[in-house]
């Protein structure tokens, strides 16, 4: 035991991304705001650890000096006014020192200005639908049909044939990395929450509302996550999966999801002559007339 508790600030300092078996503290993720959450909570955890050594180190040291084996005798005093006002002092200092740096950072990742593109995002029982807005782009996705299968086959699931059980989807949402990326989170039937762990944040899809968030992914990859709402019998089974990109690569995906422009169809045989404005038949009026005065202009044949 004593020796998980040394090599704990070091292990707290190894985790990455993805969580790992016998993981003991929260990923770096791959965001700017994750690394802000992973900050914040690693100042608070060295804080927290060096309270408990001093505490717990001075009633260690209270209880083996001054124990009843050795002739200790107890003082007999209720109250130690400067004693109350050190440990009420000293919390509140603490609370302030922790609550300044929080709160700069909680409202930047509030900060969805400047950013370079939005994705809307709509919950449905139990799926996710996907819109990138402007670029004409939408899809749906759900739980991969392989893992479907799977959960009603009574069959169990392993690490080996089932990486990722429950965790796959049939369309991933696809984003550039290196890119502010605006979202804005509703839900069409009843509350969910789509979360993505690496990305360092999780909101709440409400049904006429609209919340906001953002995101900039540092280093492509896949990045998985689930709806952290319980928004029905099938809650567990609403994944969510963040395909990130290089922004070239990006770019072609997006560009081969666009439809195709409408090509106007051929006028029918038979059918009038389309409409044509004055500012058109100008020009056709106007070289009309100079092949006529030239006709008149020219000299007749000889014989």
């Given at each position: 035991m004593l020796l998980a508790?040394?090599?704990?600030?070091?292990?707290a300092l190894a985790q990455q991304a993805d969580p790992k078996q016998w993981q003991l503290n929260m990923g770096k993720g791959v965001t700017q705001t994750a690394r802000m959450a992973y900050e914040a909570h690693m100042v608070v955890l060295w804080v927290c650890v060096v309270i408990g050594v001093i505490v717990f180190g001075a009633m260690g040291y209270a209880m083996f000096k001054f124990r009843k084996s050795k002739g200790a005798v107890a003082a007999q005093f209720s109250h130690n006014t400067t004693a109350e006002?050190?440990?009420t002092i000293v919390p509140v200092i603490i609370l302030v020192v922790m609550a300044w740096p929080a709160t700069a950072k909680l409202i930047a990742m509030y900060d969805t200005r400047d950013s370079e593109m939005t994705i809307k995002v709509t919950g449905y029982q139990w799926m996710w639908?996907?819109?990138?807005?402007?670029?004409?782009v939408e899809f749906t996705?759900?739980?991969?049909?392989?893992s479907d299968q799977m959960?009603?086959?009574?069959?169990?699931?392993?690490?080996a044939s089932n990486p990722h059980y429950l965790l796959d989807v049939d369309h991933p949402l696809v984003l550039p990395?290196?890119?502010?990326?605006?979202?804005v989170i509703t839900a069409d039937d009843v509350i969910h929450s789509w979360?993505?762990?690496?990305?360092g944040w999780k909101q709440d899809a409400i049904p006429g509302l609209i919340n906001e968030a953002w995101t900039n992914i540092e280093q492509p990859g896949v990045y998985r996550g689930q709806c952290a709402e319980l928004c029905g019998k099938d809650h567990g089974f609403m994944p969510i999966v963040v395909r990130a990109l290089p922004k070239a690569e990006f770019q072609q995906w997006l560009a081969a999801r666009k439809p195709a422009a409408p090509v106007p169809p051929a006028p029918a045989e038979g059918s009038p002559a389309p409409d044509i404005t004055p500012e058109q038949a100008a020009p056709a009026a106007t070289s009309a007339s100079a092949r006529s005065d030239a006709t008149q202009a020219a000299p007749a044949p000889q014989a």
């Amino acid at each position: 035991m004593l020796l998980a508790l040394v090599a704990l600030p070091g292990m707290a300092l190894a985790q990455q991304a993805d969580p790992k078996q016998w993981q003991l503290n929260m990923g770096k993720g791959v965001t700017q705001t994750a690394r802000m959450a992973y900050e914040a909570h690693m100042v608070v955890l060295w804080v927290c650890v060096v309270i408990g050594v001093i505490v717990f180190g001075a009633m260690g040291y209270a209880m083996f000096k001054f124990r009843k084996s050795k002739g200790a005798v107890a003082a007999q005093f209720s109250h130690n006014t400067t004693a109350e006002l050190i440990w009420t002092i000293v919390p509140v200092i603490i609370l302030v020192v922790m609550a300044w740096p929080a709160t700069a950072k909680l409202i930047a990742m509030y900060d969805t200005r400047d950013s370079e593109m939005t994705i809307k995002v709509t919950g449905y029982q139990w799926m996710w639908k996907y819109e990138y807005l402007g670029q004409g782009v939408e899809f749906t996705s759900r739980l991969d049909r392989g893992s479907d299968q799977m959960r009603q086959s009574g069959q169990v699931p392993t690490a080996a044939s089932n990486p990722h059980y429950l965790l796959d989807v049939d369309h991933p949402l696809v984003l550039p990395v290196d890119t502010k990326i605006r979202f804005v989170i509703t839900a069409d039937d009843v509350i969910h929450s789509w979360w993505v762990p690496a990305l360092g944040w999780k909101q709440d899809a409400i049904p006429g509302l609209i919340n906001e968030a953002w995101t900039n992914i540092e280093q492509p990859g896949v990045y998985r996550g689930q709806c952290a709402e319980l928004c029905g019998k099938d809650h567990g089974f609403m994944p969510i999966v963040v395909r990130a990109l290089p922004k070239a690569e990006f770019q072609q995906w997006l560009a081969a999801r666009k439809p195709a422009a409408p090509v106007p169809p051929a006028p029918a045989e038979g059918s009038p002559a389309p409409d044509i404005t004055p500012e058109q038949a100008a020009p056709a009026a106007t070289s009309a007339s100079a092949r006529s005065d030239a006709t008149q202009a020219a000299p007749a044949p000889q014989a």
